[in-house]
T-cell receptor
């Protein structure tokens, strides 16, 4: 299975943009890149996903490198409620499990 | 619509006992996945059910089993509990379980094995 590598932790100031990187050098052509986050004492929640092109939704943007070996989750204006562990996950199209890595713990400072 | 519900939310058992956890998916969702979360190992995939059939299984011993009913509700069973089974057990539902589907997670069941 393709693996992802993320920094253990990152810090951001409130209302500033945050760029959360993820390396997935062994990604295959049918792997989708998903991001989930887990707020304290809650189950993970979906953030965004993409295959090849950059994606935007109301929560975040996902920038995917041209060779697809890395991606970046962008929170445009971090709030205190964005403090969470962010997971970058690869999901193969015909496979239905999600293999979580250690994730990045994001701390947002007021 | 209602989210994923898990019962019970907290459970205390002793070594050697068995336990059954329940998960009710979002209405219309046919895929249910189970995960174990521990401080040491993080989130680990247990298994996924779709239309009452197990489609995929993670790397856990046979003491961990599950099933899915015709209404898509799922149960997970752990037999002969060990101290290391203490964890947060999460279930997630999605429409079809495919890679383009969003998985919606429940709040989890916190299992403590004494």
């Amino acid at each position: 299975d393709a693996k992802t590598t993320q920094p253990n932790s990152m810090e951001s100031n409130e209302e500033e943009p945050v760029h959360l990187p993820c390396n997935h050098s062994t990604i295959s052509g049918t792997d989708y890149i998903h991001w989930y986050r887990q707020l304290p004492s809650q189950g993970p929640e979906y953030v965004i996903h993409g295959l090849t092109s950059n994606v935007n939704n109301r929560m975040a943007s996902l920038a995917i490198a041209e060779d697809r070996k890395s991606s970046t989750l962008i929170l445009h204006r971090a709030t205190l409620r964005d403090a969470a562990v962010y997971y970058c996950i690869l999901r193969r199209y015909n496979n239905n499990d999600m293999r979580f890595g250690a994730g990045t713990r994001l701390t947002v400072k007021p | 619509k209602a989210g994923v519900t898990q019962t019970p939310r907290y459970l205390i058992k002793t070594r050697g006992q068995q336990v059954t956890l329940s998960c009710s998916p979002i209405s219309g969702h046919r895929s249910v996945s189970w995960y174990q979360q521990t401080p040491g190992q993080g989130l680990q995939f247990l298994f996924e059910y779709f239309s009452e059939t197990q489609r995929n299984k993670g790397n856990f011993p046979g003491r961990f089993s599950g099933r899915q009913f015709s209404n898509s509700r799922s149960e997970m069973n752990v037999s002969t509990l060990e101290l290391g089974d203490s964890a947060l057990y999460l279930c997630a539902s999605s429409f079809s379980g495919r890679a383009t589907d969003t998985q919606y997670f429940g709040p989890g069941t916190r299992l403590t094995v004494l």
